[in-house]
């Protein structure tokens, strides 16, 4: 294949800067789960644990980011139930003297429900649908026959990005071996911190990292003071069809294998390969809700992919594509991974007058693919024509701002995938 990836003047690259319009999003929330079961009247230096704790907590939300809506959840302090869970402080902005009076009002008696507390924390903060944190203040073990690690992982697992950050309070002795590894893998599994505090001053120490943890802002997106767009189009932050002979600045190329990528027929050309190369990304982030399609004209042989992709960090992304199974089977592919976990779906029913599932190798065909993004949603589409769209899978994804790319991926015979039409706009 000719290498066309070569320099060319300055004043033919256009460089890549998007506007996107301001959006409102929904605040950042958590819970704390305050642990106000009866080895909480243990104490520490002459003073009860919960009320060593009560004080710490009364500076913890009178400096809270106030962009962060925060509720207060107690367990153990009713009854000697395993179902004396209260959601004391409906989640909202953090008034300190509502939280001091609450946590004064502990009586320490009941049980250790670690595990049946972050489940009803989590629903609360609809986790399979939205960011959810916790924060867990424990001093003990899990005491009702439930396994807090198990739940964790299984949080995790299933919601949309759920971290539990974990302060273990005086759990450091022989006794607590137990309790210390279960609060050390609750914060482990789900990407939170677990913080160790022996006195007051541990406490309102870790309690200081913990907030700063949850509560750190996103960076702010980069702004150029004179915008320049590719698309003189209205409403349209991005187009390019490739009509030229090299990617330009506006693009940067991971993993370069020139042999296996061109600008030809008007098009960007990409070989499928495995490890993968070439994936050619926007170095613009994105922030804002949009939708970012593409055309590729394609005749995939088995174990082969190619798509485009949301990138939000290393580890996190929103994936679309058309594949081949090993068994010669053909699907749309709508992919989620967060922090190395994936989560896939495939979409092998008609599209238009076009049949998936029964793919063998066919003549080159046109496939258009779409991700809508709209607030922490992720909707994909696909069709035949560009026209009428099917819809093929949704996901949430907690990321703010990301990169798109193009890619192709393949361990069968190399397969020649032609991207064109490549457009993102912006969503009212």
Same mark, same amino acid.
């Given at each position: 294949?000719?290498?066309?990836?070569?320099?060319?003047?300055?004043?033919?690259?256009?460089?890549?800067?998007?506007?996107?319009?301001?959006?409102?999003?929904?605040?950042?929330?958590?819970?704390?789960?305050?642990?106000?079961?009866?080895?909480?009247?243990?104490?520490?230096?002459?003073?009860?644990?919960?009320?060593?704790?009560?004080?710490?907590?009364?500076?913890?939300?009178?400096?809270?980011?106030?962009?962060?809506?925060?509720?207060?959840?107690?367990?153990?302090?009713?009854?000697?139930?395993?179902?004396?869970?209260?959601?004391?402080?409906?989640?909202?902005?953090?008034?300190?003297?509502?939280?001091?009076?609450?946590?004064?009002?502990?009586?320490?008696?009941?049980?250790?429900?670690?595990?049946?507390?972050?489940?009803?924390?989590?629903?609360?903060?609809?986790?399979?649908? !939205?960011?959810?944190?916790?924060?867990? %203040? #424990?001093?003990?073990? @899990?005491?009702?026959?439930?396994?807090?690690? &198990? +739940?964790? $992982?299984?949080?995790?697992?299933?919601?949309?990005?759920?971290?539990?950050?974990?302060?273990?309070?005086?759990?450091?002795?022989?006794?607590?071996?137990?309790?210390?590894?279960?609060?050390?893998?609750?914060?482990?599994?789900?990407?939170?911190?677990?913080?160790?505090?022996?006195?007051?001053?541990?406490?309102?120490?870790?309690?200081?990292?913990?907030?700063?943890?949850?509560?750190?802002?996103?960076?702010?997106?980069?702004?150029?003071?004179?915008?320049?767009?590719?698309?003189?189009?209205?409403?349209?932050?991005?187009?390019?069809?490739?009509?030229?002979?090299?990617?330009?600045?506006?693009?940067?190329?991971?993993?370069?294998?020139?042999?296996?990528?061109?600008?030809?027929?008007?098009?960007?050309?990409?070989?499928?390969?495995?490890?993968?190369?070439? !994936?050619?990304?926007?170095?613009?982030? %994105? #922030?804002?809700?949009? @939708?970012?399609?593409?055309?590729?004209?394609? &005749? +995939?042989? $088995?174990?082969?992919?190619?798509?485009?992709?949301?990138?939000?960090?290393?580890?996190?992304?929103?994936?679309?594509?058309?594949?081949?199974?090993?068994?010669?089977?053909?699907?749309?592919?709508?992919?989620?991974?967060?922090?190395?976990?994936?989560?896939?779906?495939?979409?092998?029913?008609?599209?238009?007058?076009?049949?998936?599932?029964?793919?063998?190798?066919?003549?080159?065909?046109?496939?258009?693919?779409?991700?809508?993004?709209?607030?922490?949603?992720?909707?994909?589409?696909?069709?035949?024509?560009?026209?009428?769209?099917?819809?093929?899978?949704?996901?949430?994804?907690?990321?703010?701002?990301?990169?798109?790319?193009?890619?192709?991926?393949?361990?069968?015979?190399?397969?020649?995938?032609?991207?064109?039409?490549?457009?993102?706009?912006?969503?009212?």
């Amino acid at each position: 294949m000719k290498k066309v990836m070569k320099i060319i003047p300055l004043f033919l690259i256009l460089p890549l800067i998007f506007i996107f319009p301001s959006i409102t999003y929904a605040k950042d929330s958590s819970i704390v789960i305050f642990d106000g079961s009866g080895s909480m009247k243990k104490k520490i230096d002459g003073k009860a644990k919960f009320e060593i704790a009560s004080e710490v907590m009364s500076n913890l939300v009178q400096n809270w980011n106030e962009d962060v809506d925060l509720g207060l959840m107690v367990y153990g302090h009713r009854s000697k139930a395993c179902d004396d869970i209260e959601m004391v402080i409906p989640v909202g902005t953090p008034d300190a003297d509502k939280f001091l009076a609450a946590i004064k009002a502990i009586k320490p008696k009941g049980e250790t429900p670690i595990a049946e507390s972050m489940k009803q924390a989590a629903e609360k903060l609809n986790y399979e649908e !939205s960011p959810t944190t916790i924060i867990l %203040i #424990s001093d003990g073990e @899990e005491s009702c026959n439930a396994d807090p690690c &198990a +739940m964790a $992982k299984q949080l995790e697992a299933s919601g949309t990005n759920f971290t539990a950050h974990v302060i273990g309070f005086d759990v450091s002795d022989e006794k607590q071996v137990k309790a210390l590894e279960q609060l050390k893998c609750v914060a482990e599994s789900t990407g939170g911190q677990f913080i160790e505090a022996k006195d007051s001053e541990g406490l309102k120490t870790a309690l200081e990292e913990t907030a700063k943890a949850v509560a750190a802002p996103e960076p702010a997106p980069v702004v150029a003071k004179e915008p320049v767009k590719i698309s003189k189009k209205e409403g349209v932050l991005w187009e390019d069809h490739f009509d030229r002979e090299t990617l330009g600045d506006a693009y940067e190329v991971i993993e370069p294998d020139e042999d296996r990528m061109a600008i030809s027929d008007g098009g960007l050309l990409l070989i499928t390969t495995s490890p993968a190369k070439n !994936s050619v990304r926007l170095k613009q982030k %994105i #922030s804002g809700d949009f @939708e970012a399609s593409v055309k590729i004209n394609v &005749a +995939m042989t $088995k174990k082969n992919q190619a798509g485009i992709k949301y990138s939000a960090g290393a580890g996190n992304h929103i994936a679309l594509g058309f594949a081949v199974s090993g068994i010669g089977k053909s699907y749309i592919y709508f992919n989620k991974m967060v922090k190395g976990k994936e989560n896939s779906s495939r979409y092998d029913k008609q599209i238009g007058k076009r049949k998936l599932a029964s793919y063998e190798k066919r003549k080159q065909e046109d496939w258009y693919l779409k991700i809508k993004k709209k607030g922490f949603k992720f909707s994909a589409y696909a069709s035949v024509d560009g026209k009428e769209w099917v819809n093929v899978g949704e996901h949430a994804l907690l990321k703010k701002e990301g990169n798109i790319s193009l890619e192709v991926f393949g361990k069968g015979v190399e397969d020649p995938v032609l991207f064109d039409d490549f457009v993102i706009k912006p969503i009212d």
